[in-house]
């Protein structure tokens, strides 16, 4: 069974730092995609940033690009995501995913984790 266990969200002041995990077990992930996304209240849910497993290549959205950053950790098969200069629009819940794809995006995830709540204060 495949499990995406997202850890580490919080409430932050604007300005600050969070990391979240992405903990990925039940299979092989070889040749997946793995991605976060965030849907804040009454929004749709929006791409954040995505790694191929193989580490060979990240996407990141526009909206967080220069302040968040996505990595991975091999051998504990582990997604993160650091934010920093956090702003109160960050606010969301975070999600991690999963897909058998080059690329990522949420109508083509194969896998969805719980979700993380990130609430940045002004």
């Known amino acids: 069974q495949v499990q995406l266990v997202e850890s580490g969200g919080g409430l932050v002041q604007a300005g600050g730092s969070l990391s979240l995990s992405c903990a990925a077990s039940?299979?092989?992930?070889?040749?997946?995609?793995m991605g976060w996304f965030r849907q804040a209240p009454g929004k749709e849910r929006e791409f954040v940033a995505a790694?191929?497993?193989?580490?060979?290549?990240?996407w990141t959205g526009d909206s967080v690009k220069a302040r968040f950053t996505i990595s991975k950790d091999h051998f504990k098969n582990t997604i993160y995501l650091r934010m920093n200069s956090l702003k109160p629009e960050d606010t969301a819940v975070y999600y991690c995913?999963?897909?058998?794809?080059?690329?990522?995006?949420?109508?083509?995830?194969?896998?969805w984790g719980q979700g993380t709540q990130v609430t940045v204060s002004s």
């Open positions: 790694i191929t497993w193989s580490g060979d290549r990240i």
């Open positions: 039940g299979r092989t992930f070889s040749g997946y995609t």
């Open positions: 995913a999963a897909g058998n794809s080059y690329g990522i995006s949420v109508q083509g995830a194969d896998y």
